[in-house]
């Protein structure tokens, strides 16, 4: 465990870096692993896939906080290829989290795992469950589990989840308000977030 600097953490929105004090915190999808599944993907696409996913989550978010009217005129595009429901979406989503009573106390909170020195935001926790919003293509993907998995250390180290009874659940969607659920297994994917952590901070000298 490193000691304790009295020095503040901050999260900048813009540029989606964790900071303690004058030290940039590295942070689940700002790891290579994570940044090298997209490689393929052209740059203009993926930032078209970028936008639109924090659009969701924005609104997931406001939906989560209870600020979000799901009666409200939302924005769609009715093209094959390229258009999506948001109001479809949200309305999925709805009926989610009434089939499973989410009660989310917190909703993209920016914190910090104080024994490991990393930042994450968690999209929302709800009692001892960690959630997290992805896109259709993710299903199944590894990774996930393992962001979440580091969402949930972070949650633990702040005390606002059981270490002994922590779900992960991704939550997945797509641009006509399809959704699909996913647990994933907490104890084999922290493990694998340490040691992905761990190479990290060897690289980088720390």
């Known amino acids: 465990m490193v000691a304790d600097t009295g020095a503040k953490f901050r999260y900048d929105p813009e540029k989606h870096e964790y900071w303690l004090g004058d030290q940039l915190l590295p942070h ?3 790891l290579s692993i994570f940044s090298r599944c997209y490689d393929d993907i052209p740059p203009e696409k993926l930032f078209v896939a970028r936008e639109f996913g924090k659009s969701v989550h ?8 209870g600020e979000l009217d799901i009666n409200s005129e939302f924005p769609s595009d009715p093209d094959e290829k390229t258009g999506y ?31 490991f020195r990393y930042g994450c935001t968690p999209d929302f926790i709800s009692g001892d469950l960690i959630g997290d919003f992805k896109p259709w293509s993710q299903r199944g993907k590894g990774l996930i589990g393992l962001q979440l998995a580091a969402n949930a250390g972070a ?7 059981n270490k002994e009874k922590v779900k992960l ?14 647990y994933w297994p ?21």
């Open 85 to 115: 429901d948001m109001g479809a979406i949200v309305r999925g989503y709805d009926q989610i989290y009434r089939d499973n009573v989410f009660v989310p106390q917190v909703v993209e909170e920016p914190m910090m795992n104080k024994e």
């Open 186 to 206: 907490f104890k084999e994917n922290w493990n694998l977030w340490m040691c992905a952590l761990t190479l990290h901070n060897a690289k980088i000298g720390v």
């Open 28 to 30: 689940p999808t700002g």
């Open 169 to 182: 659940l991704s939550l997945h969607y797509d641009p006509w308000g399809k959704w699909a659920l996913q």
């Open 155 to 161: 949650a633990i180290s702040n005390r606002l989840v």
């Open 58 to 65: 924005e609104y997931l978010a406001a939906y989560n906080r």
